[in-house]
């Protein structure tokens, strides 16, 4: 499974969302997905821009798009998720699911992973410093 296959299988759950609430959504599902089932989604990392943790390779699909529909991950296949991964990712959309991009944003920027990515870069610099798994791992499993 990709991150694209669960990007599909997000909004063919919640349907059209923002760009930028997937990108959070994903993360959330991600992070949880290691301490819950302690294994990773999808090998790709988060980037610690600054309006929170972003998937470039999800980016590259949305680019110049404020909203996004599972229409523009039609190659992705949700059947790649196993029984785990699919939990998982609706327990992350039971807790964030209801909540909005900016409030999504918000939190992240209040935790450990983003912020030490981020180290001392003021908060509007471009920045493409990677969210380590480690440091995903640890921060959530601490909650």
């Avoid at 290691?34 to 390779?57: H, K, Q, R, T």
């Avoid at 003021?122 to 480690?134: Q, Y």
Wanted: proline share 2%.
């Amino acid at each position: 499974m990709n991150e694209f296959d669960v990007a599909k299988y997000i909004l063919g759950k919640e349907g059209e969302m923002s760009a930028m609430k997937l990108q959070k959504l994903l993360y959330y599902c991600q992070a949880w997905s290691m301490v819950w089932d302690e294994c990773e989604l999808f090998s790709a990392d988060f980037e610690a821009w600054a309006n929170g943790p972003v998937l470039s390779s999800i980016y590259d699909i949305h680019r110049g798009m404020f909203k996004v529909n599972a229409d523009l991950f039609d190659s992705a296949d949700e059947s790649n998720l196993d029984e785990d991964a699919r939990d998982t990712i609706d327990q992350v959309l039971k807790v964030y699911g209801d909540k909005t991009a900016q409030w999504l944003s918000n939190l992240t920027h209040e935790e450990t992973p983003w912020l030490n990515a981020r180290g001392e870069q003021s908060p509007l610099a471009r920045s493409n410093s990677v969210i380590s798994k480690g440091s995903m791992h640890e921060y959530y499993s601490g909650l």
